[in-house]
């Protein structure tokens, strides 16, 4: 069943429109007539686990554990190896509970020995499942997913959630890599970022509402089998652009990486500007790989680093450190959000404020 819901979450998510907003429309960043930098000193790159990126960019969890994907794998990791991104695997469990599938996941350190390969499962797995499966890839960070609305929309998916934080907090003892705690596409709150640092992580993926919806995703799965679940939820979930503010406004020392709903160069700058250490894009990597091979790919991931080198010049930001600093104005459902949830949004429009001389 596992094997055969891997290639269903494929073909449903290449065929789901994303309905929700991310939140990026809300999101603006301060133009700077006079920027004072040269196209040649914008440098793109960033220390991410120890290597470096050409970009703060991941081509983040979407697939393996079915011999049909092994090639989708192997190229997103060719893409990932010239392009100088991170890539993330998606749930190893399918070749934990069998080996013959083993070689979808490890295709991908293969095809990029020397790149950020980041492990993936369940925040429910074991301290032996977690190592088993950074093992398998030679993992430089293990990804633990916590998906409670896409179980809950699935038939056989789990039912019991109790004792997550703690597990987490195990196996960020137990474990000799860095933990990442990632959402799948409904977003976290201040509350759940704070829990999950109390447990020990220092990187989490807010994975924000605006992308990839596992609930219609599932539930388009089970309707095949005419099977009813969820109901109207379809909209669930905290915005990317509002998900990366509730975790920057913590202000504790957690890296940030926004996912959910990225489609373009301008989307990964104002995650940036947001406070965002990294930015992850899925679903839109995936459609161009099957629409336009893994040349087309390689393509894509380039104009949008080339995009952000000219968003940055546009901005002044000479690295990614600077776009970090660049004013934002946050507006519409985004701004009414973050005012409702206590959140000072002025202070990201005020940020660098001028210093008069006379």
């Excluded at 120890?50 to 393996?64: D, E, Q, S």
């Excluded at 934002?328 to 206590?342: C, D, E, F, M």
Aim: hydrophobic fraction near 40%; glycine fraction near 8%; include cysteine.
């Amino acid at each position: 069943m596992r094997q055969s819901r891997k290639i269903d979450h494929i073909k449903n998510a290449l065929n789901k429109p994303d309905l929700a907003e991310a939140g990026f429309k809300d999101v603006h960043l301060l133009h700077k007539s006079i920027p004072e930098v040269n196209w040649d000193e914008i440098d793109t790159s960033c220390i991410f686990l120890g290597k470096r990126l050409a970009a703060p960019l991941v081509i983040n969890a979407m697939t393996g554990g079915h011999p049909a994907v092994k090639e989708i794998n192997k190229n997103l990791a060719r893409a990932a190896r010239e392009t100088g991104v991170a890539i993330a695997l998606g749930s190893q469990k399918a070749a934990l509970e069998n080996t013959g599938v083993i070689d979808t996941f490890q295709v991908v350190r293969k095809e990029n020995p020397g790149g950020v390969v980041i492990a993936n499962l369940s925040a429910h797995c074991t301290v032996d499942e977690a190592q088993r499966a950074i093992e398998m890839v030679e993992a430089d960070a293990l990804q633990l997913h916590v998906n409670v609305p896409q179980e809950l929309a699935m038939a056989e998916g789990d039912r019991n959630f109790r004792g997550i934080a703690s597990n987490i907090s195990a196996l960020v003892r137990q474990i000799d890599i860095p933990v990442i705690v990632k959402e799948v596409g409904f977003g976290m709150s201040m509350e759940t970022v704070q829990q999950i640092y109390q447990a020990g992580v220092r990187i989490v993926d807010i994975s924000g509402r605006g992308g990839t919806n596992f609930i219609t995703i599932e539930e388009e799965r089970c309707k095949e089998n005419s099977r009813q679940f969820m109901g109207d939820v379809s909209d669930w979930g905290i915005t990317t652009v509002t998900s990366i503010v509730e975790a920057k406004e913590l202000n504790l020392p957690v890296k940030i990486v926004a996912s959910g709903g990225l489609r373009t160069s301008y989307d990964i700058s104002k995650s940036i500007a947001l406070g965002a250490d990294l930015t992850g894009i899925s679903r839109p990597f995936l459609q161009t790989l099957i629409e336009q091979g893994s040349e087309g790919l390689v393509n894509h991931i380039q104009q949008l680093i080339n995009g952000l080198r000219r968003i940055m010049m546009m901005c002044g930001a000479a690295g990614i450190q600077a776009l970090q600093q660049v004013p934002v104005v946050i507006t519409g459902n985004s701004a009414q959000w973050l005012k409702a949830r206590g959140i000072d949004i002025g202070k990201y429009a005020r940020k660098n404020e001028l210093q008069v001389k006379d």
